[in-house]
């Protein structure tokens, strides 16, 4: 055995995790982070989901700074006062971690580097450690590798030499695995241009399934919404289809397709894919982009939204923007308001007065479920063309096509075989031609 499976073997056993930026190992303890934002009416409840991010990556946050202003100060970000004050909460808390809650440019991260003493990532930084973390299969790490490296690449010339004088942790673990911080500009746009290629080949494997899903004629029904939210708990429900779910942001990346039957007997493809979260790194959405495709090209959307959460407005907001934003804002949705089984039923009725088009469902306990399916296949496009065929005996296949494919909206028996309505898309109306019993009539 290699002597690298034995270290990674190693890490995996006691818990610790290797830094590929650096030749020092990370410690066990969590590293103590001091979370800091900046914008106008700012206060530290605002840093909640930062606080999360944080926790999902490993780190405890045991400290929040935050400063009221319209603008960053585009030297440090924060106000030059406010530095000291950081610094201060740093070393009175032991810290040894501070994250900002937005994207800074190079030149600020470095001189609060300089200035602070201890690591400093941003919004960013921490999402894309988050994604590192739970990137499974080989599109996965590679979409993560490609979103990091066009991160890093502007971030080398004067910061490389700080970061790896910090030895790894938070903000410097890599999807891939490979790349080391001492590698120059030329390797970082070779590697990326590698990954590109890659990316671009599993590409073309992925549309190549999704265009057979299409060809199948299956309305395609597509699970999103904020990070957290329970889609995974909620597709497993749907589907029993043993999708990872766990109580952290980002825990599933690689979408999930699986087969559901509709109430009125028609069949779906229905796939839940990466949570969304507000300030999401552009890089990270351009990296993902063929995944995300899952969702830009579904018949239907079902819009998963944390019911408990108090900022649930706001993460509704922050998906839909998502969803705009790479080209799903158009497609239909129906909204579920996951997890009511935390709430009491005065909560339940405010929730039903502010959300009256929202389905409320608990995932985890089945509750509302039968209703959603219902109003899912109520929403989901049916086929164009209505038409009453008359099918011989013997030809039981085409009938069991048409239920499968189509939506049968009666059928009996007569002495010439089996007589149906049903809606039928354009490019089966051809198969079912020498049937038809009329003319059809195009749905509106």
Not at 52 to 69: N, T, W, Y
Request: charged share 30%; glycine share 8%.
């Amino acid at each position: 055995m290699a002597e690298g499976s034995r270290r990674s073997r190693r890490v995996r056993r006691s818990g610790t995790l290797e830094s590929p930026l650096s030749a020092t190992w990370v410690p066990r303890e969590r590293e103590r982070a001091v979370l800091v934002g900046v914008g106008h009416a700012i206060d530290e409840s605002q840093l909640d989901e930062l606080a999360a991010l944080a926790e999902s990556a490993g780190a405890e946050a045991v400290d929040r700074v935050v400063q009221a202003r319209a603008d960053p100060d585009p030297a440090t970000f924060v106000g030059r006062g406010k530095i000291e004050e950081i610094h201060r909460r740093v070393h009175s808390s032991s810290a040894t971690l501070v994250i900002l809650d937005d994207e800074l440019s190079p030149g600020q991260l470095r001189t609060l580097e300089e200035r602070l003493g201890v690591k400093v990532i941003d919004r960013t930084a921490l999402i894309l450690d988050i994604f590192a973390l739970h990137a499974r299969s080989r599109e996965g790490k590679a979409q993560v590798e490609l979103a990091q490296l066009n991160y890093l690449l502007p971030r080398l010339r004067g910061w490389g030499e700080a970061m790896s004088r910090l030895g790894g942790g938070i903000g410097t673990r890599f999807g891939g695995g490979e790349t080391k911080l001492e590698v120059d500009r030329q390797h970082i746009r070779r590697r990326i241009a590698k990954l590109r290629r890659d990316l671009k080949d599993l590409s073309r494997t992925r549309e190549v399934k999704r265009s057979r899903r299409e060809r199948s004629g299956l309305p395609q029904i597509a699970i999103a919404g904020y990070t957290n939210a329970g889609k995974s708990t909620l597709m497993n429900a749907l589907t029993r289809a043993d999708v990872l779910v766990a109580d952290q942001l980002f825990a599933t990346l690689d979408p999930t397709v699986r087969r559901i039957t509709l109430p009125d007997g028609r069949a779906a493809t229905i796939s839940d894919t990466v949570g969304f979260v507000s300030k999401l790194p552009h890089d990270l959405v351009e990296a993902f982009r063929s995944t995300l495709e899952e969702v830009a090209r579904a018949s239907l959307i079902v819009h998963v939204a944390d019911a408990s959460s108090r900022e649930m407005r706001t993460q509704i907001e922050a998906a839909r923007s998502v969803l705009a934003e790479i080209g799903a804002g158009a497609i239909g949705e129906v909204l579920a308001l996951n997890k009511i089984d935390l709430l009491s039923e005065a909560d339940r009725e405010q929730l039903a007065l502010r959300f009256p088009d929202a389905v409320q469902v608990s995932a985890l306990t089945g509750e509302g479920l039968d209703e959603l399916v219902c109003r899912v296949a109520e929403a989901v496009p049916h086929p164009p063309v209505e038409v009453t065929l008359l099918v011989p005996y013997g030809r039981d296949e085409l009938v069991a096509r048409l239920h499968r494919d189509a939506q049968v909206l009666w059928s009996e028996p007569t002495d010439e075989g089996t007589l149906l309505r049903a809606r039928v898309r354009d490019q089966e109306l051809a198969a079912v031609d020498g049937f038809v019993v009329g003319s059809g009539r195009r749905v509106s």
